[in-house]
């Protein structure tokens, strides 16, 4: 890691470079801040945007900027560094870009290296087999396998996810049309338990049904028996939720980090849920749980806390959501201290953007994320 980047390096052809920038500047400053902050030993303050400004065959260059240039906004307390607006850092790669090295992979590899640095839940490149014991709908859209999971599984992360490979035979001749796909999916981990006799873990994988596509295909094809293959771990950044009132957003893609939220919640504090389906059935998968200890002695949680949208095509979701909010908010002497969601990609960015302006909060106690485009 260095300051400035050397004046000889080559920036990656545009090509090659363009929608991991455009995706990363968008979706991803958590991590790029996290990068500073392992790399750089120095702190970013969450008024700060953190940016990727070039790329490099051997490294990213960032870019720090005070969305507001006022010193206050710079965080001078917990690192000797101090940040100042267009301050830019070159983090190295492990291994240089070229016909055999991806960027993404350098990429996943920084996020690797800094999260174990600063002792946070990484992402992990590990293949894991699982073994399909049935396959039933758990709500009217919502397809549940029940699968034997590694031993290594983690029994108690909501939203912990894997990557699986989806691809199903073809009719031959759909040869092209197989391999044109991206046939890879991530798919929430519901739920998972120990057997204390056989000390085995099983779970639940649930995916959403929604016309012919390949995860959904996929999914009810696997017959009982089949092994099934996961390529890549993902923890979700729910940490934050342990304290404060939150507020928690979700649709069918993110309904399963919901439910095993509210079934292992332990923040004093009862969350408000605003949970978004196109089929109005399908709020059965939240209505049918069983709540966390703490949850079932609120009084008429489901009822009160958990506010259901269904989705049509004319609706402005983000706006439906805020409304929603709103009402729920009226009156109550309700502060909202802690945020997370997970949507479509334009409805979470303009919603990321919204709820920011509307709550203030920072980038440690607001997450919104992409699920699916």
Not at 246 to 252: A, K, N, S, V, W
Not at 270 to 280: G, K, L, Q, R
Not at 297 to 323: C, G, M
Request: aromatic share 8%; with cysteine.
């Amino acid at each position: 890691m260095s300051e400035q980047p050397n004046a000889d390096k080559v920036p990656l052809p545009m090509a090659t470079k363009m929608k991991f920038m455009n995706h990363v500047n968008d979706e991803h400053q958590d991590e790029l801040a996290l990068f500073i902050e392992a790399f750089a030993e120095t702190k970013i303050c969450d008024d700060m945007r953190v940016s990727v400004a070039e790329v490099y065959s051997d490294g990213l260059l960032l870019e720090a900027t005070a969305q507001n240039i006022d010193t206050q906004h710079i965080d001078t307390q917990s690192s000797p560094k101090t940040v100042g607006a267009g301050s830019q850092f070159f983090i190295q790669f492990e291994t240089m870009i070229d016909e055999t090295v991806t960027l993404k992979s350098q990429y996943i590899k920084l996020l690797q290296v800094a999260s174990k640095k600063l002792g946070k839940p990484a992402i992990k490149q590990q293949d894991r087999q699982f073994n399909v014991i049935e396959g039933y709908y758990a709500s009217p859209n919502m397809f549940r396998l029940v699968v034997k999971a590694p031993i290594e599984t983690p029994l108690d992360h909501a939203g912990f996810a894997y990557l699986f490979d989806v691809k199903n035979d073809l009719p031959k001749g759909d040869e092209l049309k197989q391999s044109a796909e991206k046939l890879q999916r991530y798919y929430t981990l519901r739920k998972a338990w120990k057997d204390a006799a056989s000390h085995e873990v099983s779970g639940w994988v649930d995916a959403y049904i929604h016309g012919d596509t390949p995860g959904g295909n996929w999914a009810r094809a696997a017959q009982v028996g089949t092994q099934i293959k996961s390529v890549r771990d993902y923890p979700e950044k729910i940490a934050h939720l342990k304290s404060g009132q939150c507020l928690l957003i979700c649709d069918e893609t993110s309904l399963p980090t919901i439910a095993n939220l509210l079934e292992s919640w332990q923040n004093p504090i009862a969350p408000i849920v605003i949970a978004v389906t196109n089929d109005a059935e399908d709020i059965s998968y939240l209505r049918d749980l069983e709540l966390s200890q703490v949850l079932a002695q609120s009084d008429n949680f489901k009822q009160d806390n958990i506010l259901h949208i269904i989705n049509k095509p004319a609706l402005k979701l983000p706006d439906a959501i805020l409304a929603a909010v709103d009402m729920r908010l009226e009156g109550a002497f309700i502060d909202i201290e802690k945020i997370w969601g997970a949507l479509r990609s334009s409805d979470a960015k303009q919603l990321r953007y919204q709820l920011k302006a509307k709550f203030g909060l920072s980038r440690h106690d607001m997450i919104m994320k992409v699920y699916w485009r």
